[in-house]
């Protein structure tokens, strides 16, 4: 009984504390997690993009060929693996120059690639705008106080491309914001470790390979959304830099989400944050 006891008083201090920081949360950051909530669990680079191509983006991506969603899971694949090495090395050198309109405009230029060749150009198009992106996101984790030189920082800006990229299961659900951080916990420290010991990436290490593997999984499919948006005939070279500024900025309104709440964990601790975040989120949903 006492053994219970104390365990109750130990729920209810817990409790008492979650309470007493959730309420004591200045209104400007509670402001910022009701945006970064808004952004991470209502993406909506699909509506985006079938505006721009003027038809739902998924009846355009089941049109493209099996060989061309194959290519363009392998293409997404490398384009990862390369945006790895800048993660882990690159973003070490914090004079990253430029902000959200230059990043932007870089994209807006290789988009206009894709647009105008297709499938032929994404080989060298999309590894160029998705270090781009990297880049931009990497600014983005600078602002809110992360150190790019640790390797954990690069590995947290390679996993918005997996928050950014959310399917759906077979009952329609989205994994939320914290499954998908779970989901890739693992293979951050494993990677990070790996990185801190050695100081370079062994290719094909199998955690290496696993973590990769679950990136692009996700990742993939809005690749796809976007090569059939830029598929669609009369976009040409300048829908195909409006659609791959519709991809950047998507990424980066996550970026800047995913890192608000990375910053807020560091100032009043995981727990309250995510507390207050599960009751943003429900409160979403209630209005929606």
């Known amino acids: 009984m006492r053994i219970d006891l104390m365990r109750i008083d130990a729920l209810r201090a817990a409790r008492d504390a979650l309470s007493y920081y959730s309420m004591n949360i200045p209104p400007a950051d509670l ?23 003027g038809k739902p983006v998924g009846l355009v991506q089941q049109a493209l060929p099996t060989a061309a969603s194959t290519a363009v899971a392998k293409l997404a694949k490398n384009a990862l693996e390369r945006s790895l090495d800048v993660a882990l090395l690159s973003l070490r050198n914090r004079r990253l120059s430029g902000g959200r309109k230059l990043h932007s405009g870089l994209a807006c ?3 206009a690639i894709g647009g105008a060749f297709g499938l032929a150009a994404l080989a060298i198009e999309l590894p160029v705008s998705t270090t781009i992106m990297l880049r931009s996101i990497a600014a983005i984790a600078r602002e809110e106080g ?7 920082t ?6 918005v491309f997996a928050l950014g990229s959310p399917p759906a299961d077979a009952k ?7 499954a998908v951080r779970a989901m890739l916990a693992r293979g951050l420290v494993e990677v990070a470790d790996f990185a801190l010991d050695k100081g370079a990436i062994r290719e094909g290490a199998p955690f290496l390979v696993r973590f990769l593997t679950q990136i692009t999984g996700r990742f993939g499919v809005v690749v796809s959304q976007k090569m059939a948006a830029q ?3 009369a976009l040409g070279a300048l829908g195909g830099a409006a659609v791959n500024l519709a991809f950047t900025e998507h990424f980066q309104d996550v970026a800047r989400a995913h890192f608000t709440v990375r910053r807020l964990e560091r100032v009043y601790g995981t727990d309250v944050v995510r507390a207050e975040y599960d009751r943003l989120k429900s409160d979403f949903a209630a209005a929606a």
């Open 31 to 53: 402001a910022a997690l009701d945006g970064a909530v808004r952004r991470l669990e209502n993406p909506s680079l699909a509506g985006r993009l079938a505006a721009l191509a």
């Open 109 to 111: 230029t290789s988009g």
């Open 146 to 152: 992360e150190d790019l030189t640790d390797p954990r």
């Open 231 to 233: 598929a669609v005939a």
């Open 154 to 159: 690069g590995l947290a800006c390679l996993e």
């Open 172 to 178: 329609g659900v989205q994994a939320d914001y914290f």
